[in-house]
Structure formats: structure tokens, C-alpha cells
């Protein structure tokens, strides 16, 4: 009797480039691979229990905690990390808008709260509801959700921040939103 694999080659698209790892770990997470094998270390390892949300990045556009997924079972997946967000030597504006509001302090939690809030903006405009979202008088389904401060603070409550700079990460979204 053969034994079982326990690696495989993984195709992930990180950032628009198409990387090969070959002879994988099975158990290799998406963070462990942008992290070990492709250097990519702005998405960061906190908790590794999708607690903290310091490892969230875009998978196929929407956001995750890569910190729980086989990289094995994304084969093919199309990875955004905070590294993708900029265009060349522009920043993404929720980039920005972090920059101009100050929504960093020791910036660890930085990376998963940039694409956690590109991520639940995409959300909000496919109409997608959270807990806090209004259903009196609420618009068509599908329509987008309008992104009050409340409604920020729910969609992005997944993302612990130690330094507490919350009010100024809801400030910065608030404004690329307007």
C-alpha cells in the first residue's frame, strides 16, 4: 500500500502574479504560504484562530482570514494582500485615508483592516446586510447598504486593533465612502 500524499503543487495568483508552489504541505495555510514561501509578510500572523483579523486579505475578491484556509484547497484562488492594493506608486485610497487619518498606531493590525475594509466596502455596495443594517425603509434587495459609522463598525468588528485606533480606522472609511 502506497502512502498517503501529504504535499501537492498549488497554483495562487497573488497580487495579478501567477506562483507555483510545488511540493506543498497539505497542511499549509494561505497565510503561511504569502508569508513563508513568497515572502509576502504584510498580511500577519496574530492569533491563528480567525480571532484578530491581522491575517485577512481577498480571496477571489472577498474577504478572509487566511490564517484557517489550506492553501491546498485554494488552488487557483485569486489572492489580494495589502501589498496589492496600491496601483504601482499609488496608494489604494483607504491607503490614504488611513495615512491622512491616522488609522495606525503600531500598525500591526494595519494590513488585515486595509483589505478587511476593501473587502466589506464591496459588500455594502452589493447590498449585502449586516446585523446593524436598517430593514425599515431599506432600499431594493441587493441594493447597496449605505455605510454609516454604525454599520462600519459592525462589518469590520472581526479586526482587532491593541492600540485601540478604531475610531479613526471608522473616520478614514467613512471617508473613501462619501
Known amino acids: 500500500m502506497e502512502p498517503p500524499q501529504t504535499s501537492s503543487a498549488v497554483t495562487l495568483r497573488v497580487n495579478g502574479v501567477r506562483h507555483r508552489l510545488r511540493d506543498l504541505d497539505h ?3 494561505v497565510l503561511d504560504a504569502l508569508r513563508e514561501h513568497l515572502a509576502l509578510t504584510g498580511a500577519k500572523k496574530g492569533c491563528d484562530h480567525a480571532q484578530c483579523g491581522a491575517c485577512t486579505v481577498l480571496v477571489d475578491g472577498r474577504r478572509a ?3 484557517l484556509l489550506l492553501a491546498v484547497a485554494y488552488d ?3 489572492v489580494t494582500t495589502v501589498e496589492g492594493l496600491a496601483d504601482g506608486d499609488a496608494l489604494h485610497p483607504l491607503q490614504e485615508a488611513f495615512l ?4 495606525f498606531q503600531c500598525g500591526y493590525c494595519t494590513p488585515g483592516q486595509l483589505c478587511s475594509a476593501v473587502g ?8 449585502a446586510p449586516s446585523v446593524v443594517t436598517p430593514v425599515a425603509g431599506a432600499a431594493s434587495p441587493g441594493a447597496p447598504v449605505p455605510l ?4 462600519i463598525r459592525e462589518r469590520m468588528s472581526g479586526n482587532l486593533c491593541r492600540c485601540g485606533a478604531y475610531g479613526n480606522i471608522v473616520a478614514a472609511i467613512e471617508d473613501v465612502t462619501r
Open 76 to 78: 487557483g484562488a485569486e
Open 100 to 103: 491622512v487619518r491616522d488609522g
Open 148 to 151: 454609516s459609522p454604525d454599520e
Open 120 to 127: 466589506m466596502i464591496a459588500e455594502a455596495g452589493e447590498g
Open 27 to 29: 497542511r499549509t495555510t
Open 65 to 67: 482570514n487566511s490564517c
